[in-house]
């Protein structure tokens, strides 16, 4: 380590190697399977945050939170005690069963939504202790292949303050209904494509579709009727991915010291300096992949925009779905063809 540190840099972004600029375009292009300039995605990141922040306001406010800026009152939003399971055996399992009423909830309106429905089991269980120290809040496994297990949500629960319950619903339609459990989980339903589309390496299209699941859990779906909380942690979730586009392509594309990317995400998220900093750190050693989700989320709203106005009262929202699901996963570009296909056909049937 000695012989590196006399040769290493501070600089965080990958612009500081030879090709630097090339290998990040690359890296984007291979991230998001787009052609989209880490400029567009800058600007595009900084116009999401603008929005995102006013409808957080919007929310906070009408809650009587209006001092301070909005990531300040999300932190204090986030520590009061009355949103927070208990840190104890029986409040981690009063957790666990709220997301299963969670589930069921959506589960029982998304026949309204989609064609197929994933037949596979879902479980919702405690990440394992051995690992929970090195895990994410929560991440989703695909049912194995041949049906031996079901598709798995799982919860981080070493401290349950980590999770309040009004940062809860977005989680589970992001990993689990109408998300990453749908797309994963039909997916192996689909007859005649190559296992590679059925497993899905594509991130743009695969965090896409969760992202898009959060939107329309709301939009369409109604989830948060009587949940002003939830929707605003369904914007909290959603700020921390647009952030994302801004910081990812600040450090690699026009120069931001690791520092100012950390203050960045600071201001905006209302994350604590070390979950924030282990973020940034991750984006340092692997440039471009932070951009995927939101990316991908943006994209296929505009397909179903430009479906919508093209097909007008034709438009059919659960063949829309079946569509982007049931196709296996595919680049964004040749998703949009898919999807202007289906457009030409339906004018024309």
């Known amino acids: 380590f000695e ?12 612009w500081r190697i030879p090709d630097g600029d090339k290998i990040y375009a690359a890296a984007l292009h291979s991230s998001t399977s787009t052609d989209m300039t880490a400029d567009e995605i800058h600007a595009i990141g900084v116009a999401e945050v603008a929005r ?8 906070l406010v009408a809650q009587g939170l209006t001092e301070g800026s909005v990531s300040a009152r999300v932190k204090q939003l986030m520590a009061d005690p009355v949103h927070i399971f208990p840190n104890t055996d029986e409040g981690r399992k009063e957790m666990l069963s709220y997301l299963v009423e969670l589930n069921d909830e959506v589960m029982a309106k998304a026949g309204a939504y989609f064609i197929t429905l994933p037949p596979q089991k879902l479980e919702i269980v405690r990440v394992p202790e051995y690992s929970q120290d090195s ?6 496994n695909p049912p194995a292949l041949d049906g031996s297990r079901p598709g798995r949500f799982y919860i981080n629960q070493k401290n349950t303050a980590d999770n309040p319950r009004w940062t809860l619903p977005t989680l589970l339609y992001h990993e689990a209904a109408p998300g990453h459990h749908f797309q994963l989980s039909a997916s192996q339903l689909i007859k005649d494509v190559p296992l590679l589309r059925k497993v899905s390496p594509f991130g743009a299209y695969s965090e896409g579709w969760a992202l898009y699941a959060e939107r329309i859990a709301k939009t369409d779906m109604n989830m948060y009727a009587s949940d002003p909380l939830g929707d605003l942690g369904r914007l909290q979730a959603e700020m921390f991915r647009a952030v994302r586009l801004v910081v990812d392509t600040g450090m690699h594309a026009k120069r931001w010291s690791r520092e100012e990317a950390i203050a960045y995400m600071l201001d905006k998220t209302g994350n604590t300096e070390d979950e924030v900093t282990r973020e940034i750190e991750r984006y ?7 951009t995927s989700y939101k990316t991908g989320q943006l994209a296929i709203l505009k397909m179903r925009a430009k479906a919508e106005a093209e097909l007008g009262e034709a438009f059919d929202l659960k063949r829309f779905h079946e569509l982007v699901l049931m196709n296996g996963a595919m680049p964004l570009g040749i998703l949009e063809k898919t999807v202007d296909d289906w457009i030409a056909d339906e004018k024309g049937g």
């Open 284 to 290: 340092v050693v692997w440039p471009g992949q932070a």
């Open 135 to 140: 895990s994410p809040g929560g991440y989703y």
């Open 3 to 14: 012989d590196m540190a006399a040769t290493a840099t501070h600089d965080a972004g990958i």
């Open 52 to 59: 995102i922040e006013s409808e957080m306001d919007a929310i």
